[in-house]
């Protein structure tokens, strides 16, 4: 499979993880669009929500479930906003379901 967060998993590229266990790693977006801005990624490949097993599901809720955990590591402290883009006209960028995790600074909603 040619996916770079598998790669990111699998060691074959480094990467700078802020956190990681069984399930997941979170790592610093490299095109940042807060403050802080972190990438959610299971270790399990799917692309979609649409594509989820129920293990899969389960998996997403444990990932979910981990966020509040990491507070003070993730400095969510006042807030965070979390994003899931779904297919390239949402700007999914890399086919691999991933959570995004902004937080440090006020945002406003936008909706284009």
């Known amino acids: 499979m040619d996916c770079l967060f598998c790669k990111f998993i699998s060691g074959e ?3 700078n993880k802020v956190f990681e266990n069984d399930d997941m ?3 610093r977006d490299i095109a940042p669009q807060a403050k802080n801005h972190f990438l959610l990624i299971p270790k399990v490949h799917f ?3 649409a594509e989820m097993t129920d293990a ?3 998996l997403v809720g444990r990932m979910l479930k981990t966020i509040p955990t990491l507070e003070s590591l993730l400095e969510l402290e006042k807030g965070y906003r979390l994003v899931i883009n779904q297919g390239d006209d949402a700007g999914q960028t890399v086919p691999h379901l991933h959570i995004h995790i902004l937080s440090g600074q006020k945002m406003d909603w936008n909706p284009a």
Request: proline share 0%.
């Open 13 to 15: 590229f480094s990467v």
């Open 47 to 49: 692309k979609y929500l």
């Open 56 to 58: 899969d599901a389960n």
């Open 25 to 27: 790693i979170i790592i």
